[in-house]
């Protein structure tokens, strides 16, 4: 049965894998996918015509259009057995459940599928392989291992004198075991991505490939075949030309190195900092890095070297090396572009123009801290610098033709004689709020505020709103919001004079 298309995160990690040499097989494996579905991605690939480095490089939403292709995903009978071999081995230790009886269970599920002695075959043999353990061998600039420690550090906070607990992250190459350690104030995308990224720019370059947990900063939905990795995770390693290799659930044999070396730094970083008090997590950072050079600089209890001589004689020079810039992150949004050809960046509650054919659309934003961008059908349609003035327009002229006036039925010439019809003064107002605008379509989502303010407090409080903000040149909605909520349409320049009095004094007074 036909699948869902791939993300283009796991397309971008086959292309890796591919410029690695990294064989067919060993991407089917790490990447959980059927044979099937790699040979037609690596078709696709092939006949796009472009080199793997630009396919890389591109966004998500043009890789997408180029590679625009059904794949299909095949399960055969051993992957649908084998995802019932834990719930097997809990069910045998029922009273009078025996191996037969689950067979008959299995088959009523699977009708196809395997006949009693295969099925006693197949679970037999993936009850050894969970007892076996093997010698991993990892080859310099092969592999990162990271994980955060089940136990927290804290700093005490002078400001709220509260004492905040911090999140311990830990990582090391496979081959050298040169350690990186850092504290961080939570497991989120950001704290996460920056440690992965303070990670690499201490070790000087990055690997192949990255080893994690489960963690929910870095996968959405564990799974033994098919983990789904969340879209800042694999922006981050398609950006460092990484390829993700998340372990299994409750499997620490999958990264024993990165588990022993959180219990190697509770003695030698937790230990030393426990009777001493810091006020910021920097202060806190500052003290871990020197135990960590310590650490490193230690020599292996059998051999006669150090993580930091290994990593300098025999792994530095394996790393890839680092983009000329650094990691930014990078947010995904859906939003729908208004009548007057804007949307809303809720993070900011700033609005950025988008071309008028665009209205009513419902289009994707993907933006950093610096940079927004717009796209529709994986076509980018419009680019803006990232602005967090509040309630603030960012417009491209070439997007508002304000010569076409009628803008969907909105006009300033109707707003006008709207106000108009309501008195000269409101008609006056809205005249000047329009003009105030870079662009009149900016200021029809004040306009239409306004008209719903009349319908819902009424004409006359509106007519004495609009005189004072005449009177005082103010011309914005929230200002006549304020004046008919508040009643208040007496304007600020009538100051009331003081009444004469014996015990006032004058200006002589202040000679």
């Given amino acids: 049965m036909a699948g869902k298309t791939k993300p283009m995160s796991i397309v971008k ?5 591919i410029q690695q040499g990294q064989s067919k097989k060993g991407i089917v494996r790490d990447l959980g996918l059927s044979k099937n579905t790699l040979r037609r991605y690596i078709q696709l690939i092939q006949g796009s015509g472009y080199p793997p480095e ?3 490089a ?4 043009k890789l997408e259009q180029i590679l625009n292709q059904k794949t299909a995903i095949n399960r055969d009978h051993f992957n649908d057995i084998e995802e019932l071999f834990p719930w097997i081995k809990e069910e045998l230790r029922r009273t009078g459940v025996n191996r037969f009886v689950l067979w008959g269970e299995y088959r009523k599920r ?11 075959w197949h679970f037999q043999q993936w009850l050894k392989a969970q007892s076996a353990s093997m010698i991993m061998e990892h ?5 990162i291992f990271i994980d955060f420690a089940g136990k927290r550090l804290k700093y005490h906070d002078r400001e709220t004198d509260k004492d905040i607990e911090v999140e311990f992250f830990a990582g090391l190459l496979g081959h050298s075991q040169l350690s990186f350690a850092c504290a961080v104030e939570s497991q989120g995308s950001e704290d996460f991505l920056s440690a992965c990224r303070h990670m690499l720019e201490y070790f000087g370059g990055s690997t192949r490939a990255i080893v994690s947990d489960n963690l929910k900063s870095g996968v959405i939905r564990a799974n033994r075949y098919e983990p789904e990795i969340t879209q800042s995770f694999s922006d981050f390693c398609n950006h460092y030309q990484m390829a993700v290799i998340p372990t299994r659930v409750a499997k620490p044999k999958d990264k024993p190195l990165v588990e022993g070396l959180i219990r190697i730094l509770y003695s030698r970083i937790y230990a030393p900092l426990r009777n001493r008090t810091f006020h910021s997590l920097n202060e806190m950072n500052l003290a871990i890095t020197q135990l960590l050079e310590q650490h490193n600089n230690a020599m292996f209890s059998r051999r006669n070297e150090s993580r930091r001589q290994v990593f300098e004689s025999s792994e530095k020079q394996h790393l890839l090396p680092l983009p ?4 930014e992150m990078k947010y995904y949004r859906t939003a729908t572009v208004q009548k007057n050809s804007h949307l809303l960046l809720g993070q900011d509650k700033h609005y950025y123009s988008v071309p008028m054919r665009y209205i009513g ?8 801290a610096d940079e927004v961008n717009v796209f529709f059908e994986n076509q980018r349609i419009a680019y803006h610098k990232r602005s967090r003035r509040m309630h603030k327009y960012t417009t491209v002229t070439d997007h508002l033709p ?5 803008m969907l039925g909105l006009s300033p010439d109707g707003f006008i004689q709207w106000g108009q019809g309501i008195a000269k003064e409101v008609g006056l107002y809205l005249e000047n709020l329009i003009k105030s605008k870079n662009h009149p379509e900016q200021a029809y989502k004040s306009c239409q505020g306004i008209q719903s303010l009349a319908r819902k407090l009424g004409k006359e409080k509106l007519i004495g709103a609009c005189r004072t903000g005449l009177e005082l040149k103010v011309y914005n909605y929230m200002f006549i919001r304020n004046i008919m909520e508040n009643k208040q349409n007496v304007p600020l320049t009538q100051v009331p004079t003081l009444p004469f009095h014996e015990n006032i004094r004058g200006p002589e007074a202040y000679q």
């Fill in 13 to 17: 990690q086959i292309l890796l894998k």
């Fill in 110 to 120: 699977y009708p196809a599928g395997y006949s009693y002695s295969q099925f006693c």
């Fill in 58 to 61: 591109m966004d998500d939403p």
């Fill in 139 to 143: 080859e310099p600039g092969d592999k």
């Fill in 361 to 368: 659309k419902q289009v994707t934003v993907i933006y950093t």
């Fill in 54 to 56: 630009q396919l890389i």
């Fill in 324 to 327: 000329a810039s650094a990691f």
């Fill in 402 to 406: 304000s010569s076409h006036s009628y």
